[in-house]
């Protein structure tokens, strides 16, 4: 029967009343990940850096955040402390972002390599913050910081994943620069070492419909550039077309149509990529993801999925038409299509709802010239 704001403050205050220099000394904190909570005097000093940013003393501070371990509100691990519960810290964070102003907070934060990494994580968990989404869209723009994927370092690389979740759009043109021209494909192949965190992201930003054939075409350039060397890309690529853990919500039919657009004109090693994709359309069963389906602390689920036979079925006569257009073409392609449906047609022939179906799709295989 609480509010928000009436359970915020009896888990802040705890019977204690009001307190407004431990409330702002709080979010000051919350607006990190975590922080170093001992040390003082050094020029290095976390305290020393959160606590002008709430008008008080490194001392001061060190004082409030004692207050706050007693009440449990902080969580100590040898030298390092953190604001606790998540949901707790959130909502700190976001008051301190609306009581602070952005350049204060910009430039005190900047000076720390290892703040700016847990100030970077925080944001990315405040994506309904304004005044989190704009200190997200300040940097992603600016070519000093994250603007240019390609030549960020690890800090660099770090924060941009830990923002994305702000601004999914941005971060989505952002790589795709890095992406085209020229450049484009030594940009992904530079990443072999960083590759499963960049993939990792490109699935995130694949999981909304209107971002889905972008970050499928950025998944599909890691998938080229790893030829003969891992798979890892290619796992990425293909699960983005099963029908269970896919970790996207575009319909079958987009699915299926994104494929036919990426055939015009395409490569060999596209295609072979295509027919995979095919043949993950076509897999009914033994569903595996290696994906971490969170982003931030948006809502994910595991992607489209049928919720009644009608589309379950209709998910297989979608694949199944795209097989038959794709055998239509001559040469290599239609091999490479036939044999990505015959991989999967055990498995298909064992679906009861699907066997009328089958049947039906290898006759029509079959009818031109046969089908061993």
């Known amino acids: 029967v609480l509010t928000d704001s009436e359970l915020f403050r009896r888990l802040f205050n705890q019977n204690h009343g009001d307190n407004e220099g431990l409330l702002r000394a709080a979010e000051a904190c919350s607006l990190v990940y975590s922080f170093e909570g001992e040390d003082l005097e050094s020029t290095d000093s976390e305290l020393r850096t959160l606590a002008p940013l709430v008008n008080c003393t490194a001392s001061e501070l060190y004082r409030h955040v004692s207050t706050l371990m007693q009440r449990d509100l902080v969580q100590r691990r040898s030298r390092w402390r953190a604001v606790l519960p998540q949901a707790l810290a959130n909502r700190l964070a976001k008051a301190a972002l609306q009581n602070i102003p952005g350049i204060d907070l910009l430039g005190s934060i900047g000076t720390s390599q290892r703040l700016l990494r847990s100030f970077s994580r925080r944001l990315g968990y405040l994506h309904d913050s304004p005044e989190a989404v704009e200190v997200a869209e300040r940097w992603i723009d600016d070519e000093k910081w994250l603007a240019n994927p390609a030549t960020l370092n690890e800090l660099g690389q770090t924060m941009l994943f830990n923002l994305a979740p702000l601004v999914p759009g941005k971060t989505l043109q952002a790589l795709e620069r890095a992406v085209a021209g020229d450049s484009g494909h030594a940009f992904v192949s530079a990443q072999q070492y960083s590759a499963n965190r960049w993939l990792t992201l490109c699935c995130a930003l694949a999981y909304e419909v209107p971002h889905f054939e972008r970050a499928a075409r950025l998944i599909l350039s890691f998938a080229e550039a790893e030829e003969g060397r891992m798979t890892t890309a290619k796992n990425a690529w293909t ?34 990529l295509a027919a995979e994709a095919v043949a993950a359309m076509l897999k009914c069963s033994h569903f595996s993801s290696s994906r971490d389906f969170s982003f931030g602390a948006r809502s994910r689920g595991f992607g489209w999925e049928p919720r009644s036979s009608d589309e379950y079925v209709a998910w297989f006569n979608i694949a199944f038409s795209l097989v038959e257009e794709l055998v239509g073409r001559d040469g290599r392609p239609r091999q490479l299509v036939l044999t990505a449906a015959a991989h999967e047609l055990r498995q298909l022939w064992d679906e009861d709802l699907l066997r009328p179906l089958v049947d039906a799709f290898v006759r029509r295989l079959a009818s031109d010239g046969g089908w061993a």
Do not use: C, I, K, T
């Not at 575009?250 to 990426?262: C, H, K, V």
């Open 239 to 272: 699960e983005l077309f099963q029908l269970f853990l896919s970790g996207v919500l575009a319909p079958p039919d987009q699915r299926a149509s994104f494929l036919r657009s990426l055939l015009q004109d395409a490569s060999r090693l596209r295609w072979e």
